[in-house]
């Protein structure tokens, strides 16, 4: 073990003594009442002027809050102490939040395969979801939410909980249409194993330690290839490519998240296959070679929509551009966010 050694003729034992000696000179803080705690944790916020989470909603509290100072969860909540929830995601752009239903169908298959029971019906968790986003005025970020096992205890367990939690928060944030490439790597962070991928949950330290080693290394993020040797996705994204012959391909979602806004592409992309631009399009497994040989490649994820990627281990996709055939596609789903049908684009009653 390595010792931070000011002064190299002084031993370790010495060092443990000085330390000890630090340590009881500190003296903590005790709060002697709520009124106290909040006047401290309304310091922080008092300064700024826009607050990042103008709203949340928790079902222990019982209501919306609109103090971010308050905006708390439990610490004996078995999300906090055991990972055990779900989550997911909706982008509210220009007063509309996109793809709720669809986001909100998968969070509660991500619920059961948790074996989370939410604590109301799917009707009720929408209509909690769409009034904190009317009571956050916020036009324009993204509304995440959560479903836990509940507070209760520190056990590994979650059956002596009473019941279940829901939180929800809306995040002010700007959401526009990427149009720059950015470089990815190919990820040695072991992915998560199926089970565990295909839902949406709380675990996401593979997640951070993957995009952490794209940023060491100055990429964007990162690739995830499975134990085939087939490609998987990105660290909280989906990933797709155009092949020379103009085929889009995205990996199965059969070991992987299955991605709302990568489906509600599948979907889409067939108009540039009836005005001929593309040849198909379809859901199969590439291997690193063919993939890195893809004429185009990009990420898709509910708030890029999409994102194009032109370098990949250093290696140039394509011919290393922005393709024409990637931005086609993301002029798609961009114009299905801020025109789509009212069956994708939920009006927020503010």
């Known amino acids: 073990m390595a010792y931070c050694n000011p002064s190299s003729d002084q031993k370790p034992d010495e060092m443990a003594s ?23 944790l309304h310091e922080k916020w008092s300064p700024v002027k826009k607050k990042p989470y103008p709203a949340m909603y928790s079902s222990v509290f019982g209501g919306i ?24 995601t909706a982008v509210i752009l220009d007063g509309y939040l996109y793809e709720l239903d669809a986001h909100l169908d998968r969070f509660l298959r991500s619920a059961s395969k948790a074996r989370i029971s939410p604590p109301f019906p799917r009707s009720t968790l929408r209509s909690i979801l769409v009034q904190l986003t009317a009571a956050s005025q916020c036009k324009e970020g993204t509304l995440r939410y ?13 059956a002596k909980c009473p019941t279940s939690a829901f939180y929800a928060v809306v995040i002010a944030d700007n959401v526009s249409q990427c149009k720059n ?19 949406k949950n709380v675990n996401y330290l593979p997640n951070v330690l993957s ?8 990429a964007y993020a990162s690739i995830w290839v499975d134990d085939d040797g087939f490609i998987a ?6 990933v797709a ?33 009836e005005q001929g631009r593309l040849k198909s399009v379809k859901t199969s497994n590439l291997t690193v070679m063919e993939a890195k040989g893809a004429a185009e ?7 890029l929509p999409i994102l194009p990627i032109i370098m990949w281990d250093e290696q140039p996709i394509g011919d290393g551009k922005v393709g024409d055939l990637t931005m086609a596609l993301s002029d798609l789903l961009w114009h299905d966010m801020v025109a789509g049908s009212n069956t994708h684009r939920i009006c927020v009653p503010y």
Do not use: Q
């Not at 000696?21 to 009124?35: A, P, R």
């Not at 470089?183 to 991928?197: E, H, Q």
């Not at 996705?233 to 989906?238: C, L, R, T």
């Open 297 to 303: 490649m990009m990420y898709i994820g509910s708030t």
């Open 181 to 199: 490439g950015v470089k990815v790597i190919t990820s040695t962070i072991p992915m998560k194993a199926p089970l565990f991928a295909t839902m």
């Open 18 to 40: 000085m330390e000890v000696g630090n340590d009881n000179d500190v003296k903590v803080h005790v709060f002697s009442s709520s009124s106290e705690l909040i006047e401290k």
């Open 241 to 273: 490519f155009i092949t020379n012959d103009k085929e889009l391909i995205l990996p199965p979602f059969d070991k992987i998240l299955s991605g709302c806004t990568a489906k509600r592409l599948l979907k889409l992309a067939s108009k540039l296959v």
């Open 233 to 238: 996705e990105g660290p909280n994204v989906n």
């Open 146 to 158: 959560w479903l836990s096992a509940g507070p209760g205890n520190f056990l590994l367990s979650p």
């Open 65 to 88: 809050v609109l103090d971010p100072a308050m905006m708390v969860i439990p610490i004996d909540d078995h999300m906090v102490h055991r990972g055990h929830g779900v989550f997911d």
């Open 211 to 218: 995009i952490m080693e794209a940023e060491d290394k100055g």
